[in-house]
């Protein structure tokens, strides 16, 4: 118990000093979409999928929120996420690129004005939300799964179901030079579920509204 306690201790520390380096560097919308060339090819594509090393759709980042997507890219550049892709993407940004891309992806697609009802309209079957429950999902991701508590947690409403999936299941590999995810809380949390019932999560919270989309590329640089 103490080991785990040290181990989440850490992890928390480590991430409140991210994000209070991430909130010195502003980012510029702007100037990330002059730097999103290396982005496009992916999830400016409706319905791209990633072929290694696990088939799935890539994840829509448009409306994501920026501190998110910035804790994302910082960790794909520590190798905190085992992604050869973006771990190589990410290696080739700056500081001061990952908080452009982050403001420009940010506010892609938002529409101004709109805002989503504090719970779902499509309400999870009693199996589903004793599986959300069991880890007390919502607490921190938001009652809608749209507002976490945290702006460096992700929005899920609306993502794609299988990246959500390959995403849970991340949180558990071990050992593994291609996939994992290196985060102790999430790991702690994921290891409370068979795969089965994290795809039976992902499937919902991806059927639920959100603001999250693909917003397709006009034209390739």
Do not use: W
């Not at 103490?2 to 502003?26: D, G, M, P, W, Y």
């Not at 409403?157 to 995810?181: I, S, T, W």
């Not at 919270?205 to 989309?213: P, Q, T, V």
């Amino acid at each position: 118990m103490n080991k785990l306690f040290t181990t989440i201790f850490a992890v928390v520390v480590s991430c409140v000093t991210a994000s209070s380096l991430a909130q010195e560097i502003k980012g510029d919308a702007k100037a990330g979409e002059t730097k999103n060339a290396m982005c496009i090819g992916c999830h400016g594509i409706t319905g791209y999928q990633s072929s290694f090393p696990e088939v799935y759709k890539v994840p829509m980042i448009s409306g994501q929120g920026a501190p998110y997507i910035a804790s994302a890219l910082h960790a794909y550049k520590k190798g905190e996420r085992k992604h050869p892709s973006m771990r190589g993407i990410a290696a080739t940004l700056s500081d001061q690129d990952i908080a452009d891309l982050a403001a420009y992806y940010s506010g892609h697609g938002v529409v101004a004005g709109a805002a989503l009802p504090a719970a779902p309209a499509k309400m999870p079957s009693a199996a589903v939300q004793a599986l959300l429950n069991k880890a007390n999902c919502a607490s921190c991701h938001g009652a809608n799964f749209n507002q976490p508590i945290d702006p460096s947690y992700p929005k899920l409403a609306g993502q794609h179901a299988d990246f959500l999936f390959v995403a849970l299941k991340a949180y558990k590999a071990e050992n593994n030079p291609m996939v994992g995810r290196g985060n102790a809380i999430m790991g702690s949390m994921v290891k409370l579920y068979t795969n089965a019932e994290l795809k039976l999560m992902a499937n919902y919270l991806s059927s639920i509204d959100g603001e999250l989309k693909v917003v397709p590329q006009r034209s390739f640089r």
